[in-house]
T-cell receptor
Framework: EAQVTQNPRYLITVTGKKLTVTCSQN?????MSWYRQDPGLGLRQIYY???????DKGDVPEGYKVSRKEKRNFPLILESPSPNQTSLYFC??????????????FGQGTRLTVV | GDSVTQMEGPVTLSEEAFLTINCTYT??????LFWYVQYPGEGLQLLLK?????DKGSNKGFEATYRKETTSFHLEKGSVQVSDSAVYFC????????????FGKGTKLSVKP
C-alpha cells in the first residue's frame, strides 16, 4: 500500500531537548516536504527536498533542520525545541513525473507539544 | 507572491444542503489547483484537481472548475452528508515549481443530521 509514514504520532517534550520526527515514503517519490498546521494559519511549508541531498527552506524554516540521505526518508530535526513549535506537523511526498499537476501524499501527522 | 484565499469557516449545514466553499488565488504562470480534505485525526488527502483553465475536477460528488478569468476554484457539492464533515483546503502548485504546494487556511465543514 502506498503510504507516507510519520513517527511518532504524538510527542510531548521539554524546551531545549533535541528531537527528531521521522518520515518515510514507499512510492519512490523525488519530492518530500514538511508542513506545520496551526489554527487560523493553515499549512505552512517548513522545508522541502527535490531529491537525495537536495533540500531548501520553505516559508517557516527557523528552528528546524532536515536531511535527505536516502530517497525514502526525510526526517525533521528540532535541535532546541521551544513552545512556539508546538504544532501539528505533516510530511508529504510527490512524484516529479507529472510535473505541476502531480498529487501530494500526506502522512497522518505528528502532534508535538513543547512545554 | 503566490497565495490562496478561501472563505473563513466554520461552515455548518444540514444534511442534503448545497455546499459552496469559495477559493481564489494569486499566481504567476499557469498553476495547477487542488482541493484537499482532512478528516478528523487524519492527514490530508487529495479530493480533486484541475490543471488548466476551464478544467473541472470532480470526485465523491464534489466539483470545482478552474476559472482563470476570475482566478477562482470554488468547491461545490449538491447534497452534503454527515460523512463530509472535515476541513477542506484549497491549494495551488505553480507552473515550473519544484514541488511546492501553497495552501489556503482551510475551511471547517460540519454537517448536521
Amino acid at each position: 500500500e502506498a503510504q507516507v509514514t510519520q513517527n511518532p504520532r504524538y510527542l510531548i517534550t521539554v524546551t531545549g531537548k533535541k528531537l527528531t520526527v521521522t518520515c518515510s515514503q514507499n512510492m519512490n517519490h523525488e519530492y518530500m516536504s514538511w508542513y506545520r498546521q496551526d489554527p487560523g494559519l493553515g499549512l505552512r511549508q517548513i522545508y522541502y527536498s527535490m531529491n537525495v541531498e537536495v533540500t531548501d527552506k520553505g516559508d517557516v524554516p527557523e528552528g528546524y533542520k532536515v536531511s535527505r540521505k536516502e530517497k525514502r526518508n526525510f526526517p525533521l530535526i528540532l535541535e532546541s525545541p521551544s513552545p512556539n513549535q508546538t504544532s501539528l506537523y505533516f510530511c508529504a511526498s510527490s512524484s516529479r513525473g507529472q510535473g505541476v499537476s502531480t498529487e501530494a501524499f500526506f502522512g497522518q501527522g505528528t502532534r508535538l507539544t513543547v512545554v | 507572491g503566490d497565495s490562496v484565499t478561501q472563505m473563513e469557516g466554520p461552515v455548518t449545514l444540514s444534511e442534503e444542503a448545497f455546499l459552496t466553499i469559495n477559493c481564489t488565488y494569486t499566481a504567476t504562470g499557469y498553476p495547477s489547483l487542488f482541493w484537499y480534505v482532512q478528516y478528523p485525526g487524519e492527514g490530508l488527502q487529495l479530493l480533486l484537481k484541475a490543471t488548466k483553465a476551464d478544467d473541472k475536477g470532480s470526485n465523491k460528488g464534489f466539483e470545482a472548475t478552474y476559472r482563470k478569468e476570475t482566478t477562482s476554484f470554488h468547491l461545490e457539492k449538491g447534497s452534503v452528508q454527515v460523512s463530509d464533515s472535515a476541513v477542506y483546503f484549497c491549494a495551488l502548485r505553480r507552473g515550473g515549481s519544484q514541488g511546492n504546494l501553497i495552501f489556503g487556511k482551510g475551511t471547517k465543514l460540519s454537517v448536521k443530521p
